[in-house]
């Protein structure tokens, strides 16, 4: 079965840089303190950006049981959005 675009988590993407450096940036599995030094980005920004993108099924996290040095992954869906919001 096709998975259709969501358009409002594109628009939800587009709507912030730091969702989308985010995102643009989990193609390989990235703790968020080394996310956020290769995109430049403060980690508060950054643990925002994953959260929301978390709740969007964008991203997954590798490690959940952790509570410190969580490993996340762009999903299928969020490779999906990215791809759509990059068109624009």
Not at 30 to 55: D, F
């Amino acid at each position: 079965m096709k998975k259709v675009t969501k358009w409002e988590d594109v628009s939800f993407v587009i709507s912030s840089s730091y969702r989308e450096k985010v995102l643009n940036g989990l193609n390989v599995p990235k703790i968020p303190s080394k996310l956020s030094k290769e995109i430049g980005i403060n980690k508060a920004h950054v643990s925002r950006a994953l959260s929301e993108l978390l709740n969007k099924k964008m991203i997954k996290c590798l490690t959940p049981e952790i509570k410190k040095g969580k490993i996340f992954l762009i999903t299928d869906y969020g490779k999906t959005i990215i791809k759509k919001s990059s068109e624009m």
